[in-house]
Nanobody, 124 residues
């Protein structure tokens, strides 16, 4: 069992930055690919970013490419999402997830564990 706890959400003006963190339990963090997803009110959950178990491969949604950076620290069992140049359309609840696979994946169905989410609100 893997438990995920997100933090770092908040309110920011357009153009600002936030860094989300996702701390995980267990001693097998380095075996899991990790992902960030988001869900805005009235919309379906969508993929944001993913990183392979080793951290050597990343992938991003087109909407955040060049603005967001996913990274991980396997020694701290933590994955991060650095969000720069935030836009009002980035407003959503952000969820981290863990997949028991080595490679990165944008498919939510491949993720086995999910956090409770952290809210990000970007005002214009």
């Amino acid at each position: 069992q893997v438990q995920l706890v997100e933090s770092g959400g908040g309110s920011v003006q357009a153009g600002g930055s936030l860094r989300l963190s996702c701390a995980t339990s267990g001693r097998t963090f380095s075996r899991y690919a990790m992902g960030w997803f988001r869900q805005a009110p009235g919309k379906e959950r969508e993929f944001v970013a993913t990183i392979s178990a080793s951290g050597g491969s990343t992938n991003y949604a087109d909407s955040v490419k060049g603005r967001f950076t996913i990274s991980r620290d396997n020694a701290k069992n933590t994955v991060y999402l650095q969000m720069n140049s935030l836009k009002p359309e980035d407003t959503a609840a952000y969820y981290c997830a863990a997949a028991n696979i080595r490679y990165s994946s944008s498919w939510p169905t491949q993720y086995d564990y999910w956090g409770q989410g952290t809210q990000v609100t970007v005002s214009s």
